[in-house]
């Protein structure tokens, strides 16, 4: 190859090269990178301030409106009126980190951050999550984190800090340094003097929506800086902020640790004080020749980086008694205590999270009386909501998610059915099974409940949620029934409770023998409503006959029409009047368990709800009414399950004619139950074996 053909293969690549830079850069928002990147003076803060004084909110103010901005939906739940709130779903981030079930726990929050944005008292607690492993505790505050760093960069979520410049002539700054950050990054407003403030704030910098109101005093280092730049300009306030300060907008970031800081407990005796409130940096101590100039001091504590913002304790009852101190005055006082230094002035919103046994601990420990006194406490519990429980499976085991494996329908409805009854607790009274608990809970409607019932059933059980399994358990077995060798390419129902059955011996929360006999026994429970659930199904893809159950359906209407007005129905193939068929009528009836003195009432409702139809210009479909259509699929079932010869299915001879019908049911199956051919055949050789051995209800 010469010299030419290299040089132009060299220049292709590079052209190449250039455009598919271009095409990255192309993709840079420019406008947003200078909004966030905003620098000006002290003035053209102020004027930002008069424009939009919400940009000087505190961090539980930002907090509480970043939630809200998200939106609410205000739903009645047991005559109980309450409020979901948007921003717990994460869209933004697909639903990464959704909530789902705990929607009076998240009013609890959201109404103790309202009133710590009002100024009630709150805001000088630490919130408290409590409750048992896997609850979402931790869901919960990395939501929180996460949501305050998107908020700030949006321009309803601005705020803004300052830095010292031109500080290389005053000799104020390290090693000669034109400028100097704010170590803590405060709040610009905090440079005029607190004597002054409420005269400022008259200046037109409130609005009627929002009235600025900044509490606290600089940290020490720009303290420092301030009063030298004071000395300097003999006293002159407007010379020291017009000439030496800088004002820009910041952005939140927990990778960044600016406003988001998270404290995890190590081992108590490596555990240092320092890690909250900040170091002396032994290599400055030589450039300003002292160990207490602020200037040689690190503000890198977790509360001194998150000041502006939010802190997450991790395992928070975890931490040394010494540590407490610092946590007491942060959240009573707002102000930490940094070595060898004055008090010092913080914003921010403090959150921790402990399970049920470190909490129990600090019940019993009078050494923490003080904490327990400057903390508000918000249970979160299990979901006992089994719609609920189910979404959770769902986000991690959908079908799209789940790739080359057929999810059987039922799989992760079972595995949230065991799981939730394991947190329920057994009725006191109603005489409700606990089975039916659950479907009470889950809004389901039961002969004989109402939604009173359902409310003294949650009254009974205070304790509901706070102890049983937790999701990570199920989705681990569920993990385990994937990569299994068994069901040719499908998980269904029975692999999981099987997998969920064997954990529990060596399961390491489960610790009482009682304990793991009840969850076993419920189990049982469990795989006899998945047997009805499936009876349910392949009754209803046998009776999937559209035109045939319409037909069912139509003369069923005529007959009780008939004998509600008190007349003949004419008969479709001799046209002769003749009386309502009342052994139709009640072979239907029977399948709901209609009595025979309940009759004239059920089939009164059916007329007046096809009045009703009628009234609204809509004509009456027999699919409208869950009962009516249950009735006539259970009918009409009966009446061809033996033309099917179901039960033929476990034997090893199947006739053509047979098999054909048994194709039809499958097809059916597949078509709209979600169903796979492999869990189709299973879940019909299930059933056969169920008829086989008489088991069959009507």
């Known amino acids: 190859m010469n010299d030419a053909e290299t ?23 420019y406008d947003r990178y200078r909004d966030l990147a905003w620098e000006g003076t002290f003035e053209e803060y102020l004027q930002i301030v008069r424009e939009r004084p919400q940009v000087t909110r505190n961090a539980f103010q930002r907090v509480y409106d970043m939630c809200i901005s998200y939106g609410t939906e205000e739903y009645i739940d047991n005559k109980k009126k309450l409020i979901r709130y948007n921003f717990f779903r994460d869209e933004t981030d697909g639903g990464k980190d959704a909530v789902f079930g705990l929607d009076i726990p998240l009013m609890r929050l959201m109404n103790v951050l309202k009133a710590a944005a009002e100024g009630y008292g709150p805001e000088r607690r630490v919130i408290l999550l409590h409750g048992p492993v896997g609850s979402s505790k931790s ?86 800086i301030f009063a030298g730049l004071m000395e300097r300009y003999k006293g002159d306030w407007g010379k020291v902020v017009a000439s030496h300060v800088r004002v820009k907008r910041l952005v939140l970031s927990e990778k960044d640790r600016v406003g988001i800081g ?62 407490l101190y610092d946590l007491l005055g942060a959240s009573q006082e707002h102000r930490i205590k940094p070595k060898k230094f004055a008090q010092t002035d913080i914003d921010e919103v403090i959150i921790g999270h402990t399970n049920e046994a470190e909490y129990k601990r600090l019940l019993n420990n009078e050494f923490m009386e003080a904490l327990r006194d400057r ?21 991690g085991f959908s079908q799209e998610k789940v790739r080359g494996k057929h999810v059987a329908p039922h799989t992760l409805e079972v595995a949230a059915m065991w799981a939730v009854l ?65 069901g040719e390419g499908t998980i269904n129902p029975f692999m999981v409770l099987n997998e969920l059955e064997k954990g529990l011996t060596h399961h390491s929360l489960v610790t009482g023998e009682e304990q793991r006999k009840r969850f076993k026994e419920l189990v049982g429970v469990v795989k006899r409503e998945y047997e009805e659930i ?63 003195n309940r009759k004239d009432d059920f089939r009164r409702e059916i007329m007046n709800f096809i009045g009703a139809k ?85």
């Open 7 to 29: 040089k132009g293969q060299s220049e292709t690549r590079g052209a190449g090269t250039t455009n598919l830079v271009a095409q990255i850069a192309a993709l840079q928002d």
């Open 139 to 224: 869901t919960i505050a990395r939501l929180l984190k996460k949501g305050l760093e998107r908020y700030s960069a949006t321009p309803e979520g601005a705020l803004y800090t300052f830095k010292w410049v031109d500080l290389a002539s005053t000799g104020l700054a390290a090693g000669g340094a034109d400028t100097f950050d704010s170590p803590m990054r405060e709040e610009p407003l905090r440079l005029v003097p607190i004597e002054w403030r409420d005269q400022v704030y008259k200046l037109g910098l409130s609005s009627d929506k929002f009235r600025v109101n900044v509490e606290g005093d600089l940290d020490p280092a720009s303290r420092f």
């Open 262 to 323: 998270t404290f995890q407990p190590k081992d108590e005796k490596n555990q240092d004080s320092t890690e909250l409130t900040g170091d002396i940096n032994y290599r400055k101590i030589a450039e300003y020749g002292s160990d207490s100039d602020p200037r040689a001091f690190n503000f890198d504590g977790e509360f001194n980086i998150a000041n502006r913002g939010i802190v997450e304790f991790v395992e928070v009852l975890k931490l040394d008694v010494a540590f």
């Open 375 to 395: 903390t508000i406490k918000i249970d979160i519990p299990y979901i006992s909501r089994l719609s609920d429980e189910i979404r959770i499976y769902e986000k």
């Open 422 to 486: 394991t947190r329920l607790e057994e009725p006191k009274k109603h005489s409700l099974q606990l089975l039916q608990k659950m479907k009470l809970y889950d809004g389901k409607v039961l002969p004989g409940y109402t939604q009173d019932t359902v409310k003294e059933l949650r009254k009974e059980s205070k304790r509901e949620g706070m102890e049983g399994i937790s999701p990570r358990y199920v989705q681990d077995k569920i993990s385990n029934a994937l990569v299994s060798d068994q």
């Open 534 to 596: 499936v009876k349910n199904e392949v009754q209803r893809a046998i009776s999937a006959d559209e035109e045939a159950i319409s037909k069912l359906a139509a003369n069923y209407i005529d007959n009780i029409k008939a004998y509600t007005l008190k007349e003949k129905v004419k008969n479709r193939y001799t046209g002769q009047d003749e009386e309502p068929d009342e052994r139709l009528m009640r072979s239907i009836e029977e399948k709901i368990e209609i009595p025979d």
């Open 614 to 698: 009628a009234v609204e210009g809509k004509k009456f479909d027999w699919q409208t009414n869950d009962r009516l259509r249950r009735a006539l699929e259970l009918k009409l079932f009966e009446d061809q399950k033996d033309s099917i010869k179901l039960k033929t299915l476990v034997s090893a001879v199947v006739d053509r004619e047979t098999q054909e019908k048994i194709d039809i049911i499958k097809a059916r199956l597949i078509r709209y139950f979600g169903y796979n051919e492999v869990s189709a055949t299973d879940v019909l050789n299930y059933v056969a074996s169920i008829f086989a051995r008489g088991d069959a209800k009507g």
